[in-house]
């Protein structure tokens, strides 16, 4: 079973830039579709990128334009670049991955990470 551990996580005003990091413990990170969600004081997690198998990047509406998800399989390492940040992108942020099935809403990924926290000041 693989773990996962974001980072990145913090404190930024409005408009600033956060990049997030999810270490995912396996040597095949290529055989993983991996995804980051978020999920808001109050609010249901909901779904906000994904990188696939293949490299091809999905984004919630809300979210692009601003956000761009990577990978680095040599370091299995997923990324998260958060630009143009606003308030209500305040969230834990939570990456998750899934052998089978590309994480998006209604399809969720079977591992799952702990979260970082990402909080914008208006």
């Known amino acids: 079973q693989v773990q996962l551990v974001e980072s990145g996580g913090g404190l930024v005003q409005a408009g600033g830039s956060l990049r997030l990091s999810c270490a995912v413990s396996?040597?095949?990170?290529?055989?993983?579709?991996v995804g980051w969600f978020r999920q808001a004081p109050g609010k249901e997690r909901e779904f906000a990128s994904a990188?696939?198998?293949?490299?091809?990047?999905t984004y919630a509406d809300s979210v692009k334009g601003r956000f761009t998800i990577s990978r680095d399989n040599a370091k299995s390492t997923v990324y998260l670049q958060m630009n143009s940040l606003k308030p209500e992108d305040t969230a834990v942020y939570y990456c998750?991955?899934?052998?089978?099935?590309?994480?998006?809403?209604?399809?969720?990924?079977?591992?799952w990470g702990q979260g970082t926290q990402v909080t914008v000041s208006s």
């Open positions: 998750a991955a899934d052998l089978s099935v590309v994480p998006r809403d209604g399809a969720e990924p079977a591992y």
């Open positions: 396996t040597r095949t990170l290529s055989n993983y579709a």
């Open positions: 990188i696939s198998w293949a490299g091809l990047t």
